[in-house]
C-alpha cells in the first residue's frame, strides 16, 4: 500500500514541473488549496474519514501518523462542524494561514527528499528577493510518467487528478470490477468537489487559478 503523502506529492512536483511556485504570490492560491484536496482523498484511501449519508467528511480513525500536516489536517476535521469536500475547500481558502502551514509543511519535507528546491531570485532592480520553489527534474516517478506518455493535458485538473489517483491507488483495489467503477465514480464526484470548491474559492479572494 502506498506510502501516505505519495499521492499528494506527486500532484506538486507535476504543478512545479510545469511552472516554478514563487511563495506568497497572489496567484499560487490554487497550488495549496488543491494539495488540501488531494490530501483529503488520501486520507479516504487510508481508512481515516469517511463520507456520511450527506456526503460529508467525517473522522473515522483519529491515530497520529508520523506526518505532522496528516495530523494537522485530521485535527482541523475533529475541532470543526462537519462539511463537503467542497464546504471544505471553502473553508481552507479563507483559513490561508492554515493552508500555507499544511501546503508548507509537505513541501518542505519534499526538499529533504531531493523532490523539490528553493531558488531565491532579486527583483525589482535587486531591491526585492522572491523565494521560488522549483521541481527538481526526473526527482518524482509519476510526474515522468505523464511526460513520457502524454496522458492528460495540463490545463485539466479534475483528469489529472483522477489519473493521479489510479497511478497511486487503483492499482491496489482488489475488489469486484463493479465495486472498483463505484470507487472511481465516488472519487470523480469528489474531485469535481474539490476543484468547485477551489474555483469558487478564488472567486471570493479575486484571485487566478
Given at each position: 500500500?502506498q506510502?501516505?503523502?505519495?499521492?499528494?506529492?506527486?500532484?506538486?512536483s507535476?504543478?512545479?514541473?510545469?511552472?516554478?511556485?514563487?511563495?506568497?504570490?497572489?496567484?499560487t492560491?490554487?497550488?495549496?488549496?488543491?494539495?488540501?484536496?488531494?490530501?483529503?482523498?488520501?486520507?479516504?484511501?487510508?481508512?481515516?474519514?469517511?463520507?456520511?449519508?450527506?456526503?460529508?467528511?467525517?473522522?473515522?480513525?483519529?491515530?497520529g501518523?508520523?506526518?505532522?500536516?496528516?495530523?494537522?489536517?485530521?485535527?482541523?476535521?475533529?475541532?470543526?462542524?462537519?462539511?463537503?469536500?467542497?464546504e471544505?475547500?471553502?473553508?481552507?481558502?479563507?483559513?490561508s494561514k492554515?493552508?500555507?502551514?499544511?501546503?508548507?509543511?509537505?513541501?518542505?519535507?519534499m526538499?529533504?527528499?531531493?523532490?523539490?528546491?528553493?531558488?531565491?531570485k532579486?527583483?525589482?532592480?535587486?531591491i526585492?528577493?522572491?523565494?521560488?520553489?522549483?521541481?527538481?527534474?526526473?526527482?518524482?516517478?509519476?510526474?515522468?510518467?505523464?511526460?513520457?506518455?502524454?496522458?492528460?493535458?495540463k490545463?485539466?485538473?479534475?483528469?489529472?487528478?483522477?489519473?493521479?489517483?489510479?497511478?497511486?491507488?487503483?492499482?491496489?483495489?482488489?475488489?469486484?470490477?463493479?465495486a472498483s467503477?463505484?470507487?472511481?465514480?465516488m472519487?470523480?464526484?469528489?474531485?469535481?468537489?474539490i476543484?468547485?470548491?477551489?474555483?469558487?474559492?478564488?472567486?471570493?479572494?479575486?484571485?487566478?487559478v
Amino acid at each position: 500500500m502506498q506510502e501516505m503523502g505519495k499521492m499528494t506529492k506527486g500532484f506538486i512536483s507535476s504543478s512545479l514541473a510545469e511552472q516554478p511556485m514563487t511563495i506568497n504570490s497572489r496567484y499560487t492560491f490554487s497550488l495549496p488549496l488543491y494539495t488540501i484536496g488531494i490530501l483529503f482523498i488520501e486520507l479516504l484511501e487510508k481508512g481515516y474519514v469517511q463520507l456520511n449519508q450527506n456526503d460529508e467528511i467525517e473522522i473515522r480513525n483519529n491515530q497520529g501518523t508520523n506526518r505532522v500536516y496528516v495530523n494537522q489536517l485530521i485535527l482541523c476535521i475533529q475541532n470543526n462542524k462537519r462539511r463537503t469536500c467542497k464546504e471544505w475547500m471553502h473553508y481552507f481558502g479563507e483559513k490561508s494561514k492554515v493552508t500555507d502551514e499544511i501546503f508548507k509543511s509537505i513541501v518542505k519535507e519534499m526538499k529533504q527528499e531531493g523532490t523539490v528546491r528553493y531558488n531565491s531570485k532579486k527583483r525589482f532592480a535587486n531591491i526585492f528577493t522572491q523565494m521560488q520553489i522549483e521541481y527538481v527534474t526526473n526527482a518524482n516517478s509519476f510526474v515522468e510518467y505523464i511526460k513520457k506518455n502524454s496522458l492528460v493535458k495540463k490545463e485539466n485538473k479534475i483528469e489529472m487528478i483522477i489519473l493521479l489517483w489510479k497511478y497511486y491507488y487503483a492499482a491496489y483495489i482488489n475488489e469486484q470490477e463493479i465495486a472498483s467503477l463505484q470507487k472511481e465514480q465516488m472519487i470523480y464526484r469528489f474531485v469535481k468537489q474539490i476543484q468547485e470548491g477551489v474555483l469558487e474559492g478564488a472567486q471570493r479572494n479575486i484571485l487566478f487559478v
